[in-house]
């Protein structure tokens, strides 16, 4: 009971905390940090209605038919499914994924850290000096990282808007195709969709839970409540900024807090472990390959969320998901397998295109 009652806290706490720091990482990769554009936001918030919202549901609805962690959950996925091994790579995709995003991350704030205080001190150094309280942060509780998390960006918030400068007006600008792929970005992957993340934290309440929009709807609240948030914030001066330094380090140990508890349940050796979360972590500590990482980052999170909409929405069986969501009305379950199988592939592919356009 107690675990079930903390999981109902820490999944929305988590969700909030790991969308505003994610959100806040990769919106000056996809340029939304400067210019306050009122169409991509409502582009942005069309897409946490129509992909994350869906996608959210899928999470909860698989861990609830699995009942495990998401990469120990992809062998009983799939031979319920009658399914080929092969999709059982997403799960190994997002859990070495997950280390790789904290560095980006971490990557993040050091440059910030840099601007603000450490002016002589090369950045790939201040990222390493970050790295390693994050790992040995890791250790800790996790409840206790989650309230370490939820007082980083409180504060950076609080500071920001206290301290910082004045944040540009809202203007309107026409939509442009690239804005499709950029928002599908910070739906999904800054929401932390298809990590199995949610997965994982939820798992204490979904065993007793029998619907899954009681798990899955405060997460995706959560979320929505953190690109409101990051409306109006803005790491431009020296206290928020340290803030957000806090927070970030704080939300990466939770990050490989998760990685590494998937790595243990699938019994992975040890060594191996290590090798997997110190490498996708501290490759970011080569300065020249960051704006290279930056769009890994991006492609290899949609990758992820793509693979899960086509697994769940065409290769598992249709009674399965259909139990596990246990929907109040037809209509509903009706509605959210058509944006799996069809809304959200189509959107991912568009999304992928859009950025890889971007670069040629």
């Not at 031979?79 to 997403?90: E, G, I, L, M, T």
Request: aromatic share 10%; charged share 10%.
């Amino acid at each position: 009971m107690q675990d079930n009652a903390m999981s109902r806290w820490l999944s929305p706490l988590m969700a909030f905390c790991l969308s505003f720091i994610i959100i806040a990482t990769l919106a000056p990769i996809v340029g939304i940090q400067v210019e306050r554009q009122l169409d991509f936001w409502l582009l942005w918030l069309s897409t946490m209605l129509i992909l994350a919202l869906p996608i959210c549901y899928l999470e909860i609805a698989l861990a609830k038919r699995s009942k495990t962690t998401a990469l120990n959950a992809l062998s009983s996925l799939t031979r319920d499914a009658d399914a080929s091994q092969k999709w059982r790579v997403v799960g190994w995709l997002a859990v070495v994924f997950i280390p790789f995003l904290a560095g980006g991350m971490l990557s993040n704030a050091s440059q910030l850290l840099g601007h603000f205080a450490f002016n002589g001190i090369a950045p790939n150094l201040l990222f390493v000096g970050l790295a390693i309280v994050a790992i040995a942060l890791s250790f800790a509780p996790r409840k206790m990282i989650v309230i370490l998390s939820v007082v980083g960006v409180l504060a950076s918030l609080i500071l920001a808007n206290v301290m910082g400068t004045a944040l540009p007006a809202w203007q309107v600008t026409p939509v442009e195709f690239n804005e499709w792929g950029s928002a599908t970005v910070l739906a999904l992957v800054a929401s932390g969709l298809g990590m199995g993340l949610y997965w994982q934290s939820s798992l204490p309440a979904v065993k007793q839970q029998d619907v899954a929009t009681k798990t899955a709807l405060p997460i995706w609240i959560a979320q929505l409540l953190a690109v409101v948030a990051f409306g109006f914030f803005a790491a431009n001066a020296q206290i928020p900024g340290f803030a957000f330094v806090v927070a970030v380090v704080s939300t990466s140990a939770l990050l490989l807090n998760l990685a590494r508890e998937q790595l243990l349940q699938r019994q992975l050796n040890i060594g191996i472990q290590w090798l997997v979360i110190l490498v996708a972590v501290l490759v970011w500590a080569i300065p020249a390959m960051s704006p290279i990482f930056n769009t890994i980052l991006m492609l290899w999170g949609l990758v992820i969320c793509l693979i899960y909409a086509i697994f769940a929405g065409w290769i598992m069986k249709i009674s399965h998901l259909r139990k596990s969501m246990n929907f109040s009305n037809e209509l509903f379950y009706n509605l959210w397998r058509i944006a799996v199988r069809v809304v959200l592939p189509v959107s991912i592919i568009v999304a992928m295109i859009a950025i890889i356009g971007q670069l040629v």
